[in-house]
């Protein structure tokens, strides 16, 4: 005897109901939310890995001038991406960017958040930071003497941040200063 009754078929493959998908879409939504800011603080934390990579090389070039009681320097090269540095030796006022080097930093690129050394003041000749035998900025003076150097400035820029690295005259202290 046949019954009436409509035959169901059974179905061994299984679809996913709205209220899943929703579900997925939500959660998929909040990881985002949590994830894109973080990606975009990065590129800041990478001109702040340059800022103080470039604090500690200061610190070390004073530290190396007060330990061989020889006159140090950093001769900054600012050129947008390819912004770099030389730390050497330095005679008197006149740094050995040849054969006196002892490192070579590059801070410019993707690497270190495209920083650039932006503007410097007060140094002992164009961008170069020259400390003497006892770790204080030195600059030459009238009649080619060497003298203390006012208050030296270095503004480091990228990913739209402005700091400012000040190496104080006589004693040498290095601060940094947020400019924004």
């Known amino acids: 005897m046949r019954s009436n009754r409509p035959t169901r078929y059974v179905s061994s ?86 054969t006196g080097v002892i490192q070579r930093r590059y801070i410019g690129g993707d690497t270190y958040g495209f920083a650039t050394v932006a503007e410097t003041t007060n140094l002992a000749a164009t961008d170069t930071l020259i400390f003497d035998a006892l770790g204080g900025p030195i600059r030459g003076g009238s009649g080619g003497s060497v003298e203390p150097a006012a208050t030296a400035t270095i503004r480091v820029s990228g990913s739209n941040q402005n700091w400012r690295i000040s190496i104080e005259a006589f004693t040498g202290r290095v601060t940094v200063q947020n400019l924004d």
Do not use: H, W
Request: proline share 3%; charged share 15%; hydrophobic share 50%.
């Open 13 to 98: 493959r299984r679809g996913y109901t709205l209220v899943e998908m929703l579900i997925v879409v939500v959660l998929m939504g909040l990881a985002a939310a949590m994830v894109i800011p973080s990606m975009a603080e990065a590129s800041s934390l990478k001109v702040q890995g340059a800022l103080r990579m470039m604090v500690a090389d200061i610190t070390v070039m004073q530290s190396d001038a007060v330990a061989f009681q020889q006159n140090r320097a950093i001769v900054f090269r600012p050129n947008g991406e390819a912004t770099r540095y030389i730390m050497c030796e330095a005679n008197g006022l006149t740094p050995d960017t040849t």
